[in-house]
């Protein structure tokens, strides 16, 4: 027998230098600040703010300016990244002030505590009422869901364990413990499929909500809005983030407000056999005890 044997010399890549990140940071005000981008030898630069803002830029020059709405300390972070890897550096930012809108809004005071209080608000599923799930149109005033409500306690163990955290300096925690009820429809066109042919495979037909597991995790911000115009004031979630029901909206009418209860609602449109009906979708909450 014969073997031949053939060694293949080990070729080295040269990814070049590391990146070395580096900024300069200015206070505009006493809530602004102003931060330019001094590093090297990068490609792609990723901003963290420290308050759950964050920005992703190509320019390793670039000047921009942050706002900051509560007193604290801030830890900026910036990542560059090269073929070699990335580096991390940071700085950390003093804001002087808060500013007053914060603690004047009564919505924001009311969901989160106020700037007197603990800081934030735990927020359940209001379980015990019918129609904590429900839909109803602009027919009845002041406005609930006339169209169709569902029972006390009627839906899964696994719904109502989720919590809904609003703290007094705009971030919104979305605890669900894994998993969400979910819109049919919503379900079906955004998650699943074709919302039209529920008779597909993992299809949902019509009103089948399921519950399926869901990332609620991303860092999430809310802003409320006071509208010229609008009946009721809004509640805007980023990251795509929702509260209790998903149903691929993040903003919701707050109809109902006090400072252990909530009813929230957001339009409502499903087609189902080319037949199209509209409303809205209402949700109650409470305080958690």
Request: proline residues 5%.
């Amino acid at each position: 027998m014969l073997a031949i044997a053939s060694c293949q010399e080990k070729v080295e890549v040269d990814f070049g230098p590391m990146p070395e990140p580096s900024f300069t940071m200015e206070k505009v005000d006493a809530n602004t600040v102003r931060l330019t981008n001094t590093s090297k030898g990068g490609f792609l630069y990723n901003w963290d703010f420290g308050n759950t803002e964050f920005r992703t830029s190509d320019d390793a020059s670039e000047t921009f300016t942050v706002f900051y709405d509560f007193k604290d300390d801030y830890e900026i972070k910036l990542t560059a990244s090269a073929k070699a890897g990335a580096v991390t550096t940071s700085q950390t930012v003093s804001i002087d002030e808060t500013i007053p809108e914060i603690c004047e809004d009564e919505v924001r005071r009311m969901l989160s505590g106020g700037c007197d209080g603990p800081g934030q608000k735990i927020w359940v599923w209001r379980n015990e009422v019918s129609g904590h799930i429900g839909v109803g149109g602009d027919e009845v005033d002041p406005p609930y869901p006339d169209w169709w409500a569902n029972d006390p306690n009627m839906e899964d163990d696994l719904v109502y364990d989720d919590e809904f955290v609003f703290t007094i300096r705009g971030e919104y925690i979305h605890d669900n413990k894994g998993d969400s009820k979910c819109n049919w429809y919503a379900a079906n066109e955004n998650l699943v499929g074709d919302p039209r042919t529920p008779t597909f495979t993992g299809g949902l037909g019509q009103y089948q909500d399921p519950i399926l597991p869901f990332d609620t995790s991303a860092p999430t911000k809310y802003t409320i809005e006071h509208k010229e115009g609008e009946r009721f004031p809004t509640v805007t979630f980023s990251a795509d983030n929702f509260i209790g029901l998903y149903n691929a909206t993040s903003t919701y009418y707050i109809v109902e407000l006090t400072e252990t209860t909530m009813m929230v609602r957001h339009r409502y449109t499903e087609v189902w056999d080319g037949q199209e009906s509209g409303g809205w979708r209402y949700l109650q909450f409470k305080v958690k005890e």
